[in-house]
T-cell receptor, first 111, second 115 residues
Framework: GESVGLHLPTLSVQEGDNSIINCAYS??????FIWYKQESGKGPQFIID?????DKRQGQRVTVLLNKTVKHLSLQIAATQPGDSAVYFC??????????FGTGTRLTIIP | GAGVSQSPSNKVTEKGKDVELRCDPI?????LYWYRQSLGQGLEFLIY????????KSGLPSDRFSAERTGGSVSTLTIQRTQQEDSAVYLC?????????????FGSGTRLTVV
């Protein structure tokens, strides 16, 4: 079946440095991607999305890059802060009504 | 309300008992989803409601699981004869429509522990 996977389950980054979280997807028909942030005890929270007709999208301190050639998605967080510590999920949609989620990457910010 | 509300936030139940989990979606959101999140895992799709259409139940793991959505708003997920492997966080989400804009809005989940 189709799946969304992450290269690393954990990532530790020094406060103030930039973080890059990667995601591989396997369905070339996927046309919409979302990054979610999940803090402990809370539900996932939308961060940023991107459609397949785009390569890059920027938000506040976050950038999502989409490489359709290698079916790769990344989330870049600039100048990480302690509040960025969380589990980050990528999710994909391929024209139906459901999102398929990856396992998640736990980001830890080192003070 | 302003967000998706789930209750209870925590539920401990004995193996073999039935449980009901409740979700109040954002007012006006026509689509409602249930996902399950086991410890250290991603989100597993369970069931999807869209307006008055028949629900997509393709993710329900067994016939012990069922869900309903009354009046196009509140949804209840029922697990009968609970097993220890049912222990997980059950997340509800809603969205305006099947045309994704900003994806879903999730509730905080119900943490179910079967002992």
């Amino acid at each position: 079946g189709e799946s969304v996977g992450l290269h690393l389950p954990t990532l530790s980054v020094q406060e103030g440095d930039n973080s890059i979280i990667n995601c591989a997807y396997s369905n070339s028909a996927s046309d919409y991607f979302i990054w979610y942030k999940q803090e402990s005890g809370k539900g996932p929270q939308f961060i940023i999305d991107i459609r397949s007709n785009m390569d890059k999208r920027q938000g506040q301190r976050v950038t999502v890059l989409l490489n359709k050639t290698v079916k790769h998605l990344s989330l870049q967080i600039a100048a990480t802060q302690p509040g960025d510590s969380a589990v980050y999920f990528c999710a994909e949609n391929f024209g139906n009504e459901k999102l398929t989620f990856g396992t998640g990457t736990r980001l830890t910010i080192i003070p | 309300g302003a967000g998706v509300s789930q209750s209870p936030s925590n539920k401990v139940t004995e193996k073999g008992k039935d449980v009901e989990l409740r979700c109040d979606p954002i007012s006006g959101h026509t689509a409602l989803y249930w996902y399950r999140q086991s410890l250290g895992q991603g989100l597993e799709f369970l069931i999807y409601f869209q307006g008055n259409s028949a629900p997509d139940k393709s993710g329900l793991p067994s016939d012990r699981f069922s869900a309903e959505r009354t009046g196009g708003s509140v949804s209840t997920l029922t697990i009968q004869r609970t097993q220890q492997e049912d222990s997980a966080v059950y997340l509800c989400a809603s969205s305006l429509s099947r045309a994704f804009n900003y994806g879903y809005t999730f509730g905080s989940g119900t943490r179910l522990t079967v002992v």
